[in-house]
């Protein structure tokens, strides 16, 4: 037992240094790592610093690029000759705010005459701007003139199918294509006397929907509470015919603009007279040539 003991302490010392070896490696390779992990932290921190270098290179580069080009558009707005220099006036505002000090263009004088061009443009400009969206002058009287009422024949209606009061028709205006049209006159005059039959319509009322069909034209009538009769065009008129009123010239609007009431102004005007004759203001409703546009029967009525 004795003899052994000699090994036993043996063992148990190499033992204990095995431990304090492998500790040991331990805290190699623990110290490894975190050298490894630093070593790694600074080459990203390099390309970070590398790739931020480059970026600040190119901001610069763009910076002198605007520079550049801030200039010469400023140069270009001075450039530009007086009469054009108030429709660049924002431009040339935008240029100096940039760079104040480095404008050179002389001041325009308060009280510097227009030429004669810019007098004409203006005036030219003025009287485009007269012009309303649907194409009629505002400065036009509001009369009689500014409707396009023309000759047409109804080539076939019938009824609407989803109103009964109400007729659909194609009609012949001399056109390419037949316009379709909504009226409400089937309480007044029956299918029959609606196919192929010559009327008045006015044609330039902008188009509006009825029950879903847009209607793009109106059948002119005599009208009271009671009753209600289409208007005859001359024997010898055709579809496409002008209806004219002596006295009041002119050329009819393109489209009427609803927000002007044009049409509202002029229908209190419209008149059958004693001898049933359509009129407005007492000029008849004539095509040259032909002869005047009538009610059957219905005399001293209103029109619409």
């Known amino acids: 037992m004795s003899a052994n003991n000699p090994v036993l302490n043996r063992l148990e010392q190499r033992t204990v240094e095995a431990d304090e070896v492998i500790e040991y490696l331990k805290q190699q390779v623990l110290l ?7 070593q790694a932290s600074i080459r990203e921190e390099k390309k970070l610093r590398v790739e931020n270098a480059k970026l600040k290179k190119d ?46 263009a002389p001041a325009v004088p308060a009280n510097k005459e227009k030429s004669p061009k810019e007098n004409e443009d203006k005036k030219k400009k003025k009287g485009e701007n007269k012009k309303s969206i649907g194409g009629e002058d505002e400065s036009k009287p509001i009369d009689v003139s500014r409707l396009d009422l023309r000759v047409g024949r109804i080539m076939t209606a019938k009824k609407h199918p989803d109103a009964d009061s109400l007729y659909l028709e194609e009609v012949d205006v001399g056109e390419a294509t037949p316009r379709t049209v909504v009226s409400g006159l089937v309480k007044h005059v029956p299918i029959e006397q609606m196919q192929n039959r010559m009327a008045v319509l006015l044609c330039n009322l ?6 879903g069909v847009v209607s793009q034209a109106m059948v002119m009538c005599a009208s009271s509470p009671d009753k209600v009769e289409i208007l005859d065009p001359p024997s010898g008129a055709v579809p496409g015919d002008r209806v004219t009123f002596q006295g009041f010239p002119g050329e009819p609007d393109k489209e009427l603009n609803p927000k002007k009431k044009v049409w509202e102004q002029i229908q209190p005007d419209l008149r059958t007279d004693g001898q049933c004759t359509a009129t407005y ?16 029967t219905m005399s001293n009525s209103g029109i619409k």
Not at 283 to 296: L, S, Y
């Open 206 to 211: 902008k188009a509006a929907k009825m029950r």
């Open 281 to 296: 203001k007492g000029a008849a409703f004539e095509i040259t040539g032909k002869g005047v546009c009538k009610a059957q």
């Open 59 to 104: 901001v610069e580069e763009l910076k002198k690029q605007l520079i550049e080009k801030e200039k010469r558009n400023r140069v270009k707005e001075i450039a530009v000759p007086a009469a054009a220099a108030v429709q660049s006036s924002s431009k040339v505002l935008v240029s100096e705010t940039v760079k104040p000090a480095a404008s050179t």
């Open 32 to 38: 490894l790592k975190e050298k490894a992990i630093l």
